[in-house]
């Protein structure tokens, strides 16, 4: 019998890595067996340190095509938030709407919208009633998306609850352009896109021109997986500072738990009990890191069809959790 102590006796001479690698490429066609199944999947990515462990695409527009990724938008607009902060910009994460932009408050607004802070939309706990869910179609077929958002009223006190709502983060991509002078898109290429050498296409625009903070961003597989080792990597890729250790550390606390998932959520990042941090979007698509196990992945799915927590989501949870995992 092979006990742990003489297994690490072989691993040190050498003699186990046929068994080590037979038992990789177990793992490895297991997932690939898995996935064979789930029909709602595009692709999947995984990367261990350094190593792409797994990079196929059986569906969609394959690795290097551009795939709509959803709300997994929201994760990369509290990035930008963080770089802003970094550079001056914003004040810090404390800082008020009505101080940061106030010149996207519309008049006759709910109530206390000036007081709300970039924490408060950054951690979606603005209090406002949310665009999401049956409110979305009326909201972006408004005339004027942000006046819309901020009349919504106030059904929690800002900073207390998770509301999940694309307005929340729409309000916040418009403060960063205020606040930077620069569009969200520009902001997304230069401080994003540039460092880590992606493209990042030019996506859907409200009537008075701001980029939709939250959805409808497209980006290609590889450049997902580049976020999600970034994200592992606090905020480095392959040597290059691109968004501060301080912000990607703050944005790995818990500040409030989604009513749907159960899944807890800080900066932008919905967080597991296992220890990853995940970008979610509509339909199935997941930029994903586990700093301790050194796992970074990107999933892309179908975004016509649903992806339910206790659906296609969950599924994903289970393979992200399960045999994804098991490869650290």
Not at 94 to 101: E, P, T
Not at 274 to 294: C, K, N, T
Request: glycine content about 12%; proline content about 6%; some cysteine.
């Amino acid at each position: 019998m092979v006990t742990r102590r003489s297994f690490a006796a072989l691993l040190a001479s050498g003699l186990a890595m046929p068994f080590v690698l037979r038992a990789h490429a177990q793992a490895i066609e297991d997932l690939r067996g898995k996935i064979e199944g789930m029909t709602q999947l595009h692709s999947l990515q995984v990367q261990r340190g350094e190593d792409v462990l797994f990079a196929e695409a059986p569906r969609g527009p394959g690795l290097d095509g551009l795939a709509n990724i959803k709300s997994c938008a929201k994760s990369l607009v509290a990035l930008l938030l963080g770089v802003a902060i970094d550079r001056g910009e914003i004040a810090d994460v404390k800082a008020r709407l009505g101080d940061v932009a106030p010149g996207i408050i519309p008049s006759n607004p709910t109530e206390g919208v000036g007081d709300i802070t970039m924490e408060d939309l950054v951690s979606l706990r603005a209090g406002l009633e949310p665009t999401s869910g049956p409110n979305y179609g009326r909201w972006v077929s408004s005339d004027n998306w942000l006046a819309f958002a901020l009349r919504r009223p106030m059904v929690a006190s800002p900073g207390s609850r998770m509301i999940y709502s694309t307005g929340t983060t729409h309000i916040l991509g418009a403060a960063l352009a205020e606040a930077t002078g620069e569009s969200l898109l520009e902001q997304a290429r230069s401080r994003l896109g540039a460092p880590m050498d992606f493209e990042v296409p030019p996506w859907t625009r409200d009537p008075q021109g701001y980029h939709l903070g939250g959805n409808e961003m497209a980006l290609s597989p590889r450049a997902m997986l580049k976020i999600a080792v970034m994200l592992r990597d606090e905020g480095r890729f392959e040597g290059r500072r691109v968004v501060p250790a301080k912000w990607i550390n703050a944005s790995l606390v818990p500040r409030g738990r989604s009513p749907f998932s159960g899944l807890e959520y800080g900066y932008g990042w919905f967080l597991s009990e296992s220890g990853f941090v995940l970008a979610r979007g509509f339909g199935g698509q997941i930029i994903a890191a586990h700093p301790e196990r050194r796992l970074a992945i990107a999933i892309t799915s179908d975004p016509t069809q649903r992806a339910r927590s206790e659906g296609y989501f969950g599924e994903l949870m289970g393979l992200i959790e399960g045999p994804i995992l098991a490869l650290a």
